[in-house]
């Protein structure tokens, strides 16, 4: 069984830090690339980050780029999104997705989601 848990969301003041992890197990995490999505209230999941398997490539939607940082440890199975410079419209439930390509940036083409993490940032 398949399972994706997401851990280290909260709340945080605008301009802080967060950083989450996605913890995977039965699957070959190694062959999968990693994707990170959010749901903000109201609105539509929206593609965040995504990581190659080896981790060398990554893919950033524009909103995020240069405030978040995606990284993957295969040894334990887990990737990571560093958030910095943290906005109110960043707020939303943060999940992690198993898939075969890091360049996929709608959810439809990932296989495995976690349960989400809430992030709030207060301004």
């Known amino acids: 069984q398949v399972q994706l848990v997401e851990s280290g969301g909260g709340l945080v003041q605008a301009g802080g830090s967060l950083r989450l992890s996605c913890a995977a197990s039965?699957?070959?995490?190694?062959?999968?690339?990693m994707g990170w999505f959010r749901q903000a209230p109201g609105k539509e999941r929206e593609f965040v980050v995504a990581?190659?398997?080896?981790?060398?490539?990554?893919n950033y939607a524009d909103s995020v780029k240069g405030r978040f940082t995606i990284s993957r440890d295969n040894a334990k199975n887990t990737v990571y999104l560093q958030m910095d410079s943290l906005r109110p419209e960043d707020t939303a439930v943060y999940y992690c997705a198993a898939g075969n390509r890091y360049e996929s940036t709608r959810g439809n083409e990932y296989a495995y989601w976690g349960q989400g993490t809430q992030v709030t940032v207060s301004s």
């Open positions: 990581i190659s398997r080896s981790g060398r490539t990554t």
């Open positions: 039965g699957l070959t995490f190694s062959s999968y690339a």
